[in-house]
């Protein structure tokens, strides 16, 4: 088990150094690939795009997403405070529009970081409605609802 967790990671670990500023998002993927690893390997054996594989990726993107940004606000809190290299405000509405808004709600509460910038916070409600709009589109696509 430690020797192909290793496996996986090291990939990742060759690519922190060119990446460092951006390096949440490898922490992203990395928990993803992890994460679907052990599924497919020690939970169960079914189809590739059965129902349920696909619903369990969902929820660990969802978590592993929100987990990210909660992070990614902490380092650009820290970084604030030290003055030194700041997160881009794009990335963090992308981490945001991708699932993300619950761990940066509960960022912005938590380390009072991006929290009076009213800028900030109407780009932020606005992802939050396209990210609304955009699942309400995929699942009207798929004759969902």
Not at 40 to 45: A, G, I, L
Not at 85 to 98: A, G, K, N, S, T
Request: one cysteine or more; proline letters at 2%; glycine letters at 4%.
């Amino acid at each position: 088990m430690l020797l192909t967790f290793l496996a996986i990671i090291t990939p990742f670990l060759v690519l922190v150094r060119p990446l460092q500023r951006n390096c949440f998002f490898i922490f992203y993927f990395a928990m993803m690939i992890i994460s679907a690893y052990i599924t497919e390997t020690y939970y169960f054996k079914t189809a590739f795009f059965s129902h349920k594989t696909l619903l369990l990726f969902v929820v660990y993107h969802l978590v592993c997403i929100n987990i990210t940004t909660f992070l990614a606000y902490g380092i650009d809190k820290r970084a604030a405070i030290r003055g030194s290299w700041r997160i881009p405000e794009v990335h963090l509405h992308v981490l945001e529009f991708l699932g993300g808004w619950l761990g940066a709600y509960i960022a912005q509460k938590f380390f009072h970081h991006k929290n009076r910038k009213s800028s900030y916070q109407a780009m932020f409600w606005l992802m939050l409605v396209l990210q609304g709009a955009a699942i309400y589109i995929i699942l009207k696509y798929l004759k969902l609802i």
